[in-house]
């Protein structure tokens, strides 16, 4: 199999992931075959599509900024990528790096403690 970056797949992931819901990565990741590999991509590019159809209104500009460059033909591309790797040791690796990637980009979307505090007293601060 020729040598494929792998960017749209795991970042329509980290979108999907996007309210700290990791099912879909988990789901492709602990995949076994590349038939449950394809099934479990199949369900998450359904609400995918759900989601750019009709993204929720405290969905993070971060999360909607890489929801709107996902390209479909680059998608569809690595995904024929996917299914014609034979070796399945090559697709564990391909598929565990996928994963990876997909928790990286997703990470950038978690608020966490000290960000809620900053914000509180940014807006407490122009609120006085």
Same mark, same amino acid.
Request: hydrophobic share 35%; with cysteine; net charge neutral.
């Given at each position: ?32 075959? %590349? @038939?449950?590999? +394809?099934? *479990?991509?199949?369900?998450? =590019? ?5 989601? !750019? ?17 996902? %390209? @479909?033909?680059? +998608?569809? *591309?690595?995904?024929?990528? =996917? ?5 399945? !040791? ?17 990470? %950038? ?20």
């Amino acid at each position: 199999m020729p040598e494929t970056k792998f960017i749209q797949i795991p970042d329509m992931l980290a979108v999907l992931a996007h309210d700290g819901d990791y099912n879909y990565i988990d789901r492709v990741a602990n995949s076994q075959s %590349k @038939p449950l590999v +394809l099934h *479990y991509l199949r369900e998450a =590019l359904r609400d995918f599509n759900a989601l !750019k159809r009709n993204p929720p209104n405290d969905m993070k500009p971060e999360a909607k900024d890489l929801l709107w460059s996902i %390209k @479909p033909d680059f +998608l569809e *591309y690595e995904l024929d990528q =996917l299914k014609a790797s034979e070796d399945p !040791k090559v697709l564990r690796e391909i598929v565990s790096y996928i994963c990876s990637k997909a928790l990286a980009k997703a990470s %950038k979307f978690i608020e966490t403690s000290r960000d809620r505090r900053v914000s509180s007293e940014k807006q407490e601060g122009a609120a006085s």
